[in-house]
């Protein structure tokens, strides 16, 4: 039997790795189906998913530095100084990339990439590599989460 609840609109905090209950969600008034489960567990499925597709995209990534190690790691450096520049929120992880860049091998830093613990999450998502990823790679990777798009 599928239950219908209202629609919630989730209010995060700062913090990536929140994953919300029912007293951090408010009713907006519309109906939706959340197949049998829970707020609670509708959110953290898709927070699940989402982490999925992080990772596959640092998956993509790691093999792109396979493929061309000097090109891609030389567009990195230059991606770090300039967000270095930039002084945004993700500074201190940029600066910890710049650190990884001169230290680490193409082998440490493929397997840092790969490595889908939470304590390499951030760091992963601020991996400064490849610019945009195709359209094409990002496509695939979203079926592999969600599934094939209904046309």
Same mark, same amino acid.
């Given at each position: ?17 929140? @994953? ?117 790679? @990002?496509?695939? @990777? ?10």
């Amino acid at each position: 039997m599928k239950k219908s609840v209202s629609q919630y609109e989730v209010i995060f905090p700062d913090n990536p790795y929140f @994953i919300p209950d029912e007293r951090d969600v408010k009713t907006t008034g519309f109906e939706v189906d959340l197949g049998g489960l829970t707020p609670t567990e509708a959110i953290a499925q898709e927070a699940a998913k989402l982490k999925l597709e992080r990772y596959l995209y640092s998956c993509w990534k790691a093999n792109h530095i396979e493929a061309d190690p000097e090109k891609t790691l030389t567009l990195a450096r230059e991606d770090i100084k300039e967000a270095v520049r930039r002084k945004n929120g993700a500074q201190r992880f940029f600066q910890e990339w710049d650190r990884i860049l001169a230290k680490w091998t193409v082998k440490q830093i493929c397997a840092l990439l790969r490595d889908n613990t939470d304590d390499t999450e951030q760091l992963r998502l601020c991996a400064p590599f490849c610019g945009k990823i195709p359209d094409a790679e @990002i496509d695939k @990777i979203h079926d592999q989460v969600y599934g094939a798009a209904v046309s």
